[in-house]
């Protein structure tokens, strides 16, 4: 079946510093990609996407592009803030199999 | 849009007693799903649903859990009787996967139950 992978957290960083969160998959057919944020206390929230290979999801200067060639699809983002502390989610949604498959989630912590 | 509406957002009960959590999912979307996250296990889908009907129950963990949609706009889960393993953050979410095609998932915020 289905699998996401996501780099084992947690991960610490100070402020300004450039982050990559690193998400492989295993999927049959071709899969939509995804990034989803969870900030304490709430639900999860889209962050962004990639539908088709070589495209580029991008938000709040996160970026994250899906490469077939390697399965992968890590975020990035150049500099980050003490509000970007949160739980990041990778996701892909294969319609063969109908429904969605989530990584475990990678908690980023940034100190000021 | 308000948004995915769950409700209540905090539960405590005891062993035994039954629970219902509700969602009003947003208006339009054809898909909603309901998910379980705990620190043990992280996110589980148990159940979802396409225009009111049940697609794919294998994620409810056993009879004491059931799940209903009785139209567009409610859905609820219920457990009966609950036990303290029972206790998570449970998630309803929708999507327009009909349209959007990429089923892009909106999130409610959550029901804590906590089962002492």
């Known amino acids: 079946g289905d699998s996401v992978t996501q780099m084992e957290g947690p991960v610490t960083l100070s402020e300004e510093a450039f982050l990559t969160i690193n998400c492989t998959y295993t999927?049959?057919?071709?899969?939509?990609l995804f990034w989803y944020v969870q900030y304490p206390g709430e639900g999860l929230q889209l962050l962004l996407k990639?539908?088709?290979?070589?495209d580029k999801g991008s938000n709040k200067g996160f970026e994250a592009t899906y490469r077939k060639e390697t399965t992968s699809f890590h975020l990035e983002k150049g500099s980050v803030q003490v509000s970007d502390s949160a739980v990041y989610f990778c996701?892909?949604?294969?319609?063969?199999?109908?429904?969605?498959?989530f990584g475990d989630g990678t908690t980023l912590t940034v100190k000021p | 849009d308000a948004g995915v509406i769950q409700s209540p957002r905090h539960e405590v009960t005891e062993m035994g007693q039954e629970v219902t959590l509700r969602c009003k999912p947003i208006?339009?979307?054809?898909?909603l799903f309901w998910y379980r996250q705990t620190m043990m296990r992280g996110l589980e889908l148990l159940i979802y649903?396409?225009?009111?009907?049940?697609?794919?129950d294998s994620g409810m963990p056993e009879d004491r859990f059931s799940a209903k949609m009785p139209n567009a706009s409610f859905s609820t889960l219920k457990i009966q009787p609950s036990e303290p393993r029972d206790s998570a953050v449970y998630f309803c979410?929708?999507?327009?996967?009909?349209?959007?095609?990429?089923?892009?998932?909106?999130f409610g915020a959550g029901s804590r139950l906590t089962v002492l």
């Open positions: 999927a049959t057919g071709y899969p939509s």
């Open positions: 649903f396409n225009n009111n009907v049940p697609i794919d």
């Open positions: 979410a929708s999507s327009d996967r009909g349209r959007s095609g990429a089923n892009v998932l909106t």
């Open positions: 208006s339009g979307h054809d898909y």
């Open positions: 996701a892909l949604y294969n319609t063969n199999a109908g429904k969605s498959t």
């Open positions: 990639a539908t088709k290979a070589d």
